[in-house]
């Protein structure tokens, strides 16, 4: 049983997938979107080679908690990920995820180009474990 976590972006799509137990959260892959819808079919491919459960798609919503156009298209992926795949799919806020993996790159001193390779996957990375560590403070 594993979750996977997702940063959904305007070219890349940052992966992360959980370990069994659900108690930490491990970048995997950045997706890149495609014209043709390819990237659902990689996510699928994904799905079955890591035996995900659950999904979590982030929920960038505004500072002040309303949820804008970039919220809106990623709650139609959140849903079309639902009917494709057939298994829950979660939304999470992601505010400040991709800032937060961008300090902790700049922090350990990863080159530009570097960051611009990973940062994706890293801010996957954090959505799903603060998913993840919510479900353990229950």
């Excluded at 930490?24 to 079955?48: M, N, P, S």
């Excluded at 979590?56 to 970039?70: F, Y």
Aim: glycine share 8%.
């Amino acid at each position: 049983m594993r979750t996977m976590g997702l940063d959904y972006g305007d070219r890349n799509i940052g992966v992360a997938v959980s370990d069994a137990f659900g108690w930490t959260a491990q970048g995997i892959e950045t997706v890149q979107k495609r014209r043709d819808g390819g990237e659902l079919v990689r996510i699928a491919e994904l799905v079955k080679e890591h035996e995900v459960t659950e999904i979590v798609v982030g929920l960038p919503k505004n500072m002040n908690n309303t949820i804008g156009p970039r919220g809106e298209i990623s709650m139609a992926f959140a849903e079309q990920l639902q009917q494709t795949l057939n298994l829950p799919v979660h939304l999470w806020d992601e505010r400040l995820t991709t800032v937060s993996a961008e300090r902790t790159l700049i922090e350990a001193d990863v080159s530009r180009k570097k960051r611009k390779l990973v940062i994706d996957k890293m801010a996957a990375t954090l959505i799903l474990q603060n998913y993840l560590d919510s479900k353990t403070k229950r």
